[in-house]
Nanobody, 124 residues
Framework: QVQLVESGGGLVQAGDSLRLSCTAS????????MAWFRQAPGKNHEFVSA????????VYGDSVKGRFTISRDDANNRVHLQMNNLEPDDTAVYYC?????????????????WGQGTRVTVTV
């Protein structure tokens, strides 16, 4: 049973960068489509980015396009989210998620495995 653990969150200022990581244990990530979601205080989960294991271009939410980059390191069972030029609106708990099919979905319910989240706070 694959378990996901996020790391790399923290408190930063607007314009700074952070790199989030999602590490899997109990199995391999190489056959999962991986995604990042986030949940800001008082709001629903928001799709951030996803990358399939079958190749193809990653997908990004409109609010992070051009600033965030998702990548996967299957050899080390990790997925990363490089976040540049952070804004206060990026403040949220960021979650790593996985689904077995190759097709990328932007909906939370499409993902069957979730980490516990890592908090990102961006100040002005």
């Amino acid at each position: 049973q694959v378990q996901l653990v996020e790391s790399g969150g923290g408190l930063v200022q607007a314009g700074d960068s952070l790199r989030l990581s999602c590490t899997a244990s109990g199995g391999t990530l190489s056959t999962y489509t991986m995604a990042w979601f986030r949940q800001a205080p008082g709001k629903n989960h928001e799709f951030v980015s996803a990358i399939s294991y079958a190749g193809g271009a990653p997908v990004y939410g409109d609010s992070v396009k051009g600033r965030f980059t998702i990548s996967r390191d299957d050899a080390n069972n990790r997925v990363h989210l490089q976040m540049n030029n952070l804004e206060p609106d990026d403040t949220a708990v960021y979650y790593c998620a996985a689904r077995s099919p190759t097709v990328i979905h932007r909906t939370r319910n499409s993902y069957t495995k979730w980490g516990q989240g890592t908090r990102v706070t961006v100040t002005v």
